[in-house]
Nanobody, 123 residues
Framework: QVQLVESGGGLVQAGGSLRLSCAAS????????MAWFRQAPGKEREFVAA????????YYADSVKGRFTISRDNAKNTVYLQMNSLKPEDTAVYYCAAGFISLATRLDEYRYWGQGTQVTVSS
C-alpha cells in the first residue's frame, strides 16, 4: 500500500510558475513508476507526465511538453511537477499516481492515487 499526498497548488497568473509535490509513504517508493494527471471541471481526468523508476526516462502530454518538468527524489520519497508558462487551460485539479508500468498514460495503469491539489491560472 502506498499513500500519496499532493501539495503546492494555488492561484497564479498566466505566464507564471508553480511547483507541485507528491509525498509518498508506505511501500518502497523507488519501486513505482509515477505520474501526474489532471482533471478540469466537466472534463475527464487526463495524463500530464510520467517518470520511470530510475528517473532516467520521462514522458509528457503534448499539451505540456516544453513547459512542465516531472522529476523525483527517491531519497525523499517525493515526485515533483515544475509547471512554467502556465495558461488558463492548465486550470485543473492535479493528481499524483503510482503504478508498476513505466511511463504509462492510462488511468487504469496506476494503482494508487492522491487526493489532488487545485491549480488555478487566471488570464
Amino acid at each position: 500500500q502506498v499513500q500519496l499526498v499532493e501539495s503546492g497548488g494555488g492561484l497564479v497568473q498566466a505566464g507564471g510558475s508553480l511547483r507541485l509535490s507528491c509525498a509518498a509513504s508506505g511501500r518502497t517508493f523507488n519501486n513505482y513508476a509515477m505520474a501526474w494527471f489532471r482533471q478540469a471541471p466537466g472534463k475527464e481526468r487526463e495524463f500530464v507526465a510520467a517518470i520511470s523508476w530510475s528517473d532516467s526516462n520521462t514522458y509528457y502530454a503534448d499539451s505540456v511538453k516544453g513547459r512542465f518538468t516531472i522529476s523525483r527524489d527517491n531519497a525523499k520519497n517525493t515526485v515533483y511537477l515544475q509547471m512554467n508558462s502556465l495558461k488558463p487551460e492548465d486550470t485543473a485539479v492535479y493528481y499524483c499516481a503510482a503504478g508498476f508500468i513505466s511511463l504509462a498514460t492510462r488511468l487504469d495503469e496506476y494503482r494508487y492515487w492522491g487526493q489532488g491539489t487545485q491549480v488555478t491560472v487566471s488570464s
